[in-house]
Structure formats: C-alpha cells, structure tokens
C-alpha cells in the first residue's frame, strides 16, 4: 500500500512538471497615421512608444500623440498620430502713405500746392504658420520689421480769412496744427517754417535778433526711452535751415539767452513710462550755436532733487540783458548763480497739491529795468483748508534791489503768467508795462478762463483789455509783447483766443483777429 501511494506521488510529481507554470498575456491596439490604421498586438504592460516602434512609425519634435506616448496600452485602444509642422512665410508689405493738409490764409480759399510728395514705405513681415496632417491650423506674425517709413503727402490748402492785413514789427512766430510759421513785418506776409507736424509746442522761442527759432518735437521713441528733441530753423531765406541740436528730453525749459551770438539754455529730464512722463534732472546747460552747428556745452547746474514737487521740473527767466537768469519751481523763486553754479533762493513759496499727476509751477518775468522780477505766489487759505490747498493767488512785485516783495494784485489765479513790456511806455507815467492773465474765477482758477490785464510796474492804473465782457475768456498762457512800438508808438500784445491768434493794443483797447484755423496753440515775437 505505501508503495502504491508513492508511486502515485511521483507520477503526481512528473505531471507537474510537464505543465507551464505561467501563461504570457498579449494586447492589441489599433494605430492611426499618416492616413492609414493598423493593428500591433503586443505584451501586456508596453507603451505607446512601443506600439509605434512595432508599427514601424517615427516622430519629429513637433508631432502630437494622443494617449501620450509614455502611457500603457490597453486592450482595443485607439492611438492617434497627429503630424505637426511650422513653416515660416516672410513677405515684404507696403505702408501706404497718408495724406496730410495744411491750412495756409495766405493762399485764395480752395487754391491748392503740393507740399510734399507722398510716397510708400515698406515693412517685412516673417508669419508663423502651423499644420496638422498637412491642413493649416492656425498662423501668427512673430517679427514686423519697418524697412522704409511712408513719407506723408502734404498739401497746402488756401482759407485766405477776411482779416485785413495788420503792420506788425518785427517777427512773430507760431505754431499751428504741429508746424512752424511766421510773419514778417505785416500779419499778410507769412511762410511756413517747419511743416513736419510734429512739433509739440514745449520749446518754442525765437533768438533775440529773430533769426533763428528754437523748438522741440516730438521723439520718434518710446515715451518712456525719449520725451522730446530740440531743433533750431532758420526764419529767413528760402528753404529754411532746420538744425538737429542733438538734445533731448526738454519738456520743462529752453531759451535764448539775450545779449549773445548765439547761446541756447536748457533743462534735461529722465524719460519714465508714469505720469507725467518723467523725472527732472532740475539741471541747468548752456550751448553755443555758431554758423548753424550746435558748438561747446557747458553745465551750469547738476542734477539735483528741486526742492517739494521736484520730479515736475524747474524754468528759468533771463533778464532782458542777459547778465542774470532767475529761476521758478514749485516751492520758490530766486536767482542763479552762474559763475559758481547754484542757486540764490529770493522768495518761498508754499507750494500746491494738485492732487494730480502734475505741480503748478509760478509763472515768472522780469522787469523792463532788470532790477524787479514779477511772480505769482501761493497766497494764504481765507478758509480752514490747509496753506498748500490755498485757492488763492497774487501777483508780486520783487524788488532786487531792496530785497523786499509787495503784491499789485490780489487773486490774479494760478496761471497769471506776468510779461513785462521790453520798451518804455511813452504815453505814461510808468516806465513799462506788466501784462498777466486775471482768472474769471479765482477761486477755481486750475480750471477757470481768464482775461487779458495789463498794469503799470508801480502797481498803479489796473485794466483789463481782453476779451470783451461777456465773451468766453483765454486758455492759459503767457501773454507776447511786441518787440518795439510801431509808428504811433503803442505797445501790441499777441494772445491766442479759441486757438487764433489775436493782436491787442494796450493804448486804445482795440484787437484784430490775425488767424482763422483755430489751430494756433504757441507764439514768440522778437
């Protein structure tokens, strides 16, 4: 019996050997591309990537495999091969040019000329475009490269206005629709200087002999890389000579300096992409322009913080025989020591919050005689609001020679903008006259319009000129006296009125309108 049961044992033993210990498991998997589906069956456990190796498919970085290819197959699943290609287009495009017109009231209503031809400009444009399985998906510009710029066609179109020719001495310069014209002798004898349209109306003031303007542009940069650039032109001759000085960032001051053959001073700027659009340097330079080239620069002032409200920027004021210069910013004026480069404080001023994203800065000019500056100060608050919100504004007389201020009107608004007459008064006891804008509304003179006045140095004979009463009142701005008396000896004033240029006579009272565009926006008389 036992032997039985081990001879079982061992048959038992044998057969168990002779049979598999495990069975191996497969899957198939169905794969698409390239327009065709087939089937690879495969271990249990592979990947997709296996599943393509089998089915003898390879692909580039860009094609797309949907389950990813690190993922395990299952039995039946589905892979899909999306084929994915760039292919990269660049194409030449033409700008086409625009048409620009200029207003000309020296030309017969309707006449036309041609300024300037327009012509193309050309960019090359390099397109991304993508393909899936041949068909496109989708496109996108990744570079747009300007290889010429358009030039504008500009065409001058005559709206001669009604207005009789008016004798005028000297030169006037303004500026209209962004270009630079002037009138020479008579309100009819007027050319274009520069007829860029850019000019952004920040520097704008003739040399003392009137032969050359000094101007600021707009940059063809980035706001926050570059704010401006300062030119010189010629105003006689034809055609004028336009000179790139080379300087940039010049939105605060640039001028002239009385007295010199030539020599232009300016402040500089740091460009930022926040309001308002930069950081004063309240820097100070002097150059000297000979034989139409901008020659030697000299600094006077280094960049410094400016006192309260810095950032806004500082302006100067050259007295009429270009031996002193004054200075004005939000917290004071005073003088500039040239010679030892700094600053000589005359009078503080509180200065006022805007509550904006600008400083108010007082308007300042000398006086006829060199020895007096008029300035408009930040007077007390009449109410409980604090010394810096104060609405009130006055205009001062400051005497340099006795170091003493006194005030010759009271709440003038924030933009009175004094400008003393350059020659005596004959008709008067005054030696000269002072002219100032007088706000409608003082107490709200930020926003107010304001009125023409002129007063005599001493303080004395107070009167408006214009506008009339009941009409809309002036933009700010600062008043331009007349470079000389004319024939009768009356002093002329030129204001900007609903942006034309206006001509009053501060002996009868009389204006004539010169203008009639309504696009008038700077002006500068010498």
């Known amino acids: 019996m036992t032997k039985n049961i081990l001879f079982l044992l061992v048959v038992f033993s044998l057969l168990a050997a002779c049979t598999p210990q ?7 998997a169905n794969v698409i591309a390239d327009g065709t589906s087939q089937q690879v069956t495969l271990a249990s456990g592979s990947t997709i990537q296996q599943a393509l190796n089998t089915a003898g498919i390879s692909l580039s970085q860009t094609d797309r495999v949907d389950p990813p290819v690190y993922s395990i197959i299952s039995s039946g699943l589905t892979i899909v091969v999306t084929r994915v290609r760039e292919e990269f287009e660049t194409r030449q495009v033409i700008i086409p040019y625009e048409r620009q017109e200029l207003h000309n009231e020296s030309l017969p209503a309707g006449e036309t000329r041609l300024v300037q031809a327009g012509q193309n400009g050309l960019r090359e444009v390099t397109i991304r475009h993508v393909y899936e399985n041949s068909v496109e998906v989708g496109n996108s510009i990744v570079s747009d490269t300007t290889l010429s710029p358009a030039l504008p066609e500009i065409v001058m179109i005559g709206v001669q206005s009604p207005f009789a020719p008016l004798p005028i001495p000297g030169k006037l310069a303004y500026l ?13 004898n007027r050319f274009p200087l520069v007829t860029s349209g850019d000019l952004d109306g920040r520097i704008f003031s003739l040399s003392p002999d009137g032969k050359w303007l000094l101007f600021s542009r707009k940059s063809t940069l980035s706001p926050d890389k570059e704010t401006n650039t300062l030119w010189v032109v010629s105003t006689s001759g034809q055609p004028p000579v336009l000179v790139n000085l080379g300087i940039s960032n010049v939105p605060n001051f640039a001028a002239w300096q009385p007295g010199m053959e030539y020599l232009i001073s300016y402040s500089t700027v740091e460009p930022r992409a926040t309001a308002p659009g930069w950081q004063a340097n309240n820097d100070l330079h002097f150059l000297t322009f000979n034989n139409a080239t901008a020659g030697r620069k000299v600094d006077v002032l280094e960049t410094n913080p400016g006192g309260i409200y810095g950032w806004w920027g500082m302006s100067f004021a050259w007295s009429p025989d270009g031996h002193s210069l004054a200075y004005s910013r939000p917290d004071g004026v005073g003088l500039v020591d040239i010679s030892g480069g700094g600053l000589t404080p005359l009078e503080t001023i509180t200065p006022y919050n805007t509550h904006g994203d600008w400083a108010w800065t007082p308007g300042l000019t000398w006086g006829a005689d060199g020895q007096s500056l008029y300035t408009v100060t930040h007077a007390a608050p009449s109410g409980l609001v604090s ?24 709440q003038t608004g924030m933009f009175a903008n004094p400008s003393a007459s350059y020659l005596l008064q004959a008709k008067s006891g005054s030696p000269y006259l002072v002219a100032f804008l007088q706000a409608i509304f003082p107490a709200q003179s930020a926003t107010s319009r304001y009125l023409l006045d002129v007063i005599n140095s001493d303080g004395t004979n107070l009167r408006s000129l214009f506008p009339a009463e009941g009409q809309t009142g002036l933009q700010p701005q600062t008043p331009v006296w007349a470079p000389r008396p004319i024939q009768t000896g009356t002093d002329l004033i030129a204001v900007i009125y609903e942006g034309n240029l206006w001509i009053v006579d501060t002996t009868s009272g009389q204006s004539q309108q010169v203008t ?6 700077k002006l500068d008389w010498k």
Do not use: C, K, Y
């Open 22 to 28: 495990s069975q191996q498991i497969t899957v198939t």
């Open 176 to 188: 209209t629709s962004g270009n630079a014209w002037v009138m020479i002798d008579s309100t009819a």
């Open 387 to 410: 010394p810096e919100e104060s609405p009130n504004f006055d205009l001062n007389n400051f005497s340099l020679g006795s170091n003493i201020g006194n005030t010759i009107a009271h």
């Open 516 to 521: 009639g565009d309504g696009l008038t926006s």
